[in-house]
């Protein structure tokens, strides 16, 4: 069953040019696509942006995966570069301008509670360096090992470890600054 | 402590659902993608080598893909098998009996795709997914006309009979084939996500006109060291197609060739200019002003190393053979000249700039060679983001006396991401002054942005050279590598004052783009072309003489001048160069004598050259020479010729006679 191919063989078979190996692929995979890329921007429309901009990539980007990679790996490498790409111009164009920081002013009236949260949670990742915001979102977002988040973002798995103990110190700074410690 | 990270941790899967319809949207365009990507990939391939494999079967799917509703989707994927796919959109009871198109939704092409491969792959080993899954989705196809047979709106009959003609033809394989790429095409009309795949742009000018030397005695240009507009021209007469004359700049087409100027001496400017005079091919009574500068050879030994960064668009239309994969094996051939203490670094720009590679010693060649082949195309292109990053990686290489130069290779496709033209040139004529030169390679044809490209090479101080075969790359990497890359001089200016007693008209011929104002000649800030190591440039005036017969304009009857002076002189040859890195120029003059001598080989070759140039554009000043002429003139002044090019020019002109007729 096309349903139970191993995510390797339908990516090689999309890059030698399987039409259905490629939507069977993305469609696969485009909601861990969607959901990295929001981790990695905070913002709805611009993961949705990002996510199409990467979609539309694809077909050409399949012609460096290498066998011997993991796609889900190669997958968030792919998503991690373009966050940072689409970053690194926007900051160009426009000092700043982050999406995290924009929230507020997207902001929908929704369950007051889970707004409260999502309010948390962005004024923590807004005030999180973007480097240390990535190290998040791949090992608690994503749920990967220090190892596999080092591997998608071409550091060391200490970098990433120390990252981290950084992001728990931030944290409790921030807690502290609040009065909740 | 945990409490915040744990909190963190929820906060972060609580992700929002992916909205569905930017879903469905992304996915639609990225399945467009994916077809132009494989059509690229085969498209240039001549069509009867083309695998017919793929083409019928991604025809055919495609042809599945983009229609909306079930029912003509299964039955238009019978029509195609049985090779009358197309006649169902032609003829006019077909249209009548098929539903009215609808738009198509992913969401639904989706489920039919997952149904057929549901179909497809019921009897599919994991492990051959790539080559048997086309086999597969070819054999679902034939038990869907059957579901459908009981749907009501499709009429099979009608369109199937009105095509009784082109039924009886299309049973064989060449012919399903024929009509999978018509799907192919028809499919592919009406997406405009990347740029169209013949945007071509080029730079020129009006052919330079005849000038009354008593009304207007100097000429001011630039020189011009490039030779891209030959080689373009050379693709396309290749291709069986004469070029564009907009292409044609035929200063670029005679400097294209290699003369034997005398070298400089030791000690003095670092090039010569040498001056002749001839008699006109194509005009008994006006003679050629040939106007030869060659650039010194400095010892190569000793030169200073370089610092190159290899600025390379990676998007998604250099994926051609005669693009990439033809500059990694130019870069590949350059490799070998470049020598310990060279440094090499390659940035890539495609959708975004990436350094590939840190600046890497040349003699580390594997290295190189590794990332030069990991390159792969995809993306659209933002040539500014990657100019910016190749500026910053060329600054940082630094070094005492180390000669920095950006080679930027692209075919041209610059049209994301730079929302100013004017500003990047700005930005790489800003660049100048920091000492880095930018040559432009550029490669394949399609959307060549020849206007561009010339812009950028002229802002950045250097060359551009089009490379369309190997043996071009090895003409422009190897052979002249180091004219290419090391400048012996920059801002050369050439202006000319005739002498009104001795000459009555004259016109340049080419160097259309090069033209300067009479006042910039001197003006140290006008910026101009440069001269690389052992370069040549030729520059050549058609010159009338005072009083005979072939002047274009008659004399004023009132206020015609009288001429006094030296009529030995035909007139003044002013140059003026900047030693790299300078701020002023100096100036080199010397008088030109009138007395016509015999053209040697190469003045006579150059000669055949420009002829060739004006016949592809302009040839209104020919007369009634023509191609026979200039292939006789041609053939005659081959000279010795060790490469081959002149043979090929001739070769070329041969094949421009045969297409202009």
Same mark, same amino acid.
């Given at each position: 069953m096309r349903m139970q191919t191993p995510d390797e063989a339908l990516a090689i078979a999309a890059a030698t040019g399987d039409r259905d190996a490629f939507a069977a692929l993305l469609s696969r995979h485009y909601d861990r696509i969607h959901g990295l890329c929001f981790r990695l921007t905070g913002s709805r429309t611009e993961a949705e942006d990002l996510a199409q901009d990467i979609c539309l990539a694809l077909p050409a980007k399949l012609g460096s995966f290498r066998q011997e990679a993991r796609f889900t790996t190669w997958l968030y490498r792919v998503t991690v570069n373009a966050a940072h790409d689409r970053r690194r111009r926007v900051a160009?164009?426009?000092?700043? #301008?982050?999406?995290?920081?924009?929230? $507020?002013?997207?902001?929908? #009236?929704?369950?007051?509670?889970?707004? $409260?949260?999502q309010d948390w949670l962005n004024a923590t990742m807004a005030r999180l360096a973007p480097e240390l915001r990535d190290t998040v979102a791949l090992t608690l977002g994503e749920e990967l090992s220090q190892k596999d988040a080092a591997e998608i973002l071409g550091l060391s798995e200490g970098t990433v470890a120390w990252r981290m103990s950084e992001v728990k110190k931030r944290l409790r700074e921030m807690a502290r600054a609040e009065g909740m410690l | 402590?945990?409490?915040?990270?744990?909190?963190?941790?929820?906060?972060?899967?609580?992700?929002?659902?992916?909205?569905?319809?930017?879903?469905?949207?992304?996915?639609?365009?990225?399945?467009?993608?994916?077809d132009r990507v494989q059509e690229t990939a085969t498209k240039t391939r001549p069509s009867q080598d083309r695998p017919e494999r793929a083409g019928r079967l991604t025809g055919v799917r495609d042809m599945l893909m983009n229609l909306t509703t079930r029912g003509t989707l299964a039955a238009t994927g019978s029509l195609a098998a049985l090779g009358i796919g197309v006649m169902i959109w032609q003829g006019p009871e077909g249209q009548r009996s098929?539903?009215?198109?609808?738009?198509?939704?992913?969401?639904?092409?989706?489920?039919?795709?997952?149904?057929?491969l549901r179909q497809a792959d019921s009897k599919e080993e994991l492990n051959d997914a790539a080559t048997t899954a086309e086999a597969d989705s070819m054999a679902a196809m034939a038990p869907e006309p059957m579901i459908v047979a009981e749907e009501p709106s499709i009429a099979l009959a009608a369109p199937a009979a009105s095509s009784d003609a082109s039924a009886k033809q299309a049973k064989g394989g060449v012919q399903l084939s024929g009509y999978a790429e018509i799907g192919i095409a028809a499919s592919d009309a009406p997406i405009a996500r990347l740029p169209d795949l013949d945007t071509e742009a080029y730079s020129n000018e009006d052919a330079n006109p005849v000038k009354i030397v008593a009304e207007d005695p100097v000429s001011t240009f630039s020189i011009d060291t490039d030779t891209a507009s030959y080689s373009v021209i050379r693709s396309s007469l290749t291709n069986g197609q004469l070029p564009p004359k907009e292409a044609v700049r035929i200063e670029e087409m005679v400097n294209y060739f290699p003369y034997d100027y005398a070298a400089p001496d030791a000690g003095e400017a670092p090039f010569r200019a040498s001056v002749s005079l001839f008699q006109t091919p194509w005009n008994e009574n006006t003679q050629l002003l040939r106007i030869g500068i060659q650039g010194e050879l400095p010892a190569t030994d000793d030169r200073p190393p370089l610092n190159l960064v290899f600025l390379i668009d990676t998007s998604g239309s250099m994926d051609d053979p005669k693009k990439l994969p033809l500059l990694k094996q130019s870069f590949g051939l350059m490799l070998g000249q470049l020598r310990p203490g060279d440094r090499v670094a390659i940035v890539t720009y495609a959708g975004s700039a990436g350094l590939v590679l840190e600046p890497t010693e040349a003699s580390d060649r594997a290295a190189i060679l590794s990332a030069l082949d990991r390159l792969g195309a995809g993306g659209s292109t933002a040539g500014a983001d990657g100019l910016q990053l190749a500026y910053r990686t060329a600054e940082g290489m630094g070094g005492d006396g180390h000669v920095s130069r950006i080679l930027l290779a692209t075919d041209g496709d610059f049209n994301v991401g730079i929302h100013d033209p004017e500003a990047l040139k700005d930005f790489i004529a800003e660049k100048r002054d920091t000492g880095i030169y930018l040559s432009v390679l550029s490669f394949g044809r399609g959307n060549l942005d020849d206007a561009t490209m010339q812009a950028l090479a002229q802002n950045g101080n250097g060359t551009a050279a089009y490379i369309d075969t190997l043996s071009e790359a090895q003409k422009v990497l190897v052979d002249q590598l180091s004219g290419a890359l090391f400048p012996i001089a920059d801002d050369v200016k050439i202006q000319i004052e005739f002498n009104p007693a001795a000459v009555a008209e004259y016109r340049l011929i080419g160097y259309e783009t090069r033209a300067l104002a009479r006042e910039d000649f001197n003006n140290d800030k006008v910026d101009a072309g440069e001269i690389g190591a052992g370069h040549q440039v030729t520059a050549l005036y058609e010159v009338t003489p005072v009083g005979p017969p072939a002047r274009l304009s008659d004399?004023?009857?009132?206020?015609?001048?009288?001429?006094a002076g030296n009529v030995a002189e035909l007139g003044f040859l002013k140059l003026r160069y900047k030693k790299p890195g300078e701020d002023t120029s100096t100036l080199i003059e010397t008088p030109i004598p009138a007395a016509p001598g015999e053209a040697d080989t190469d003045a006579r070759f150059a000669a055949a050259i420009a002829g060739m140039g004006q016949l592809l554009s302009e040839p209104k000043y020919l007369g009634h020479w023509g191609w026979d002429e200039a292939i006789r003139l041609a053939t005659d002044a081959r000279g010795k010729d060790p490469f081959g090019y002149r043979a090929e020019a001739v070769q070329l002109m041969r094949l421009s006679q045969s297409l202009s007729r």
């Open positions: 160009t164009q426009r000092k700043a #301008a982050d999406g995290w920081g924009d929230w $507020e002013l997207n902001r929908r #009236a929704g369950i007051a509670e889970e707004a $409260e949260a | 402590m945990n409490d915040e990270l744990d909190k963190l941790r929820a906060g972060l899967k609580a992700n929002p659902a992916p909205d569905p319809a930017a879903k469905a949207e992304a996915l639609r365009l990225a399945m467009e993608n994916f098929l539903p009215p198109p609808q738009a198509p939704t992913a969401q639904e092409a989706a489920t039919e795709s997952e149904t057929r004399p004023l009857r009132y206020a015609e001048p009288t001429l």
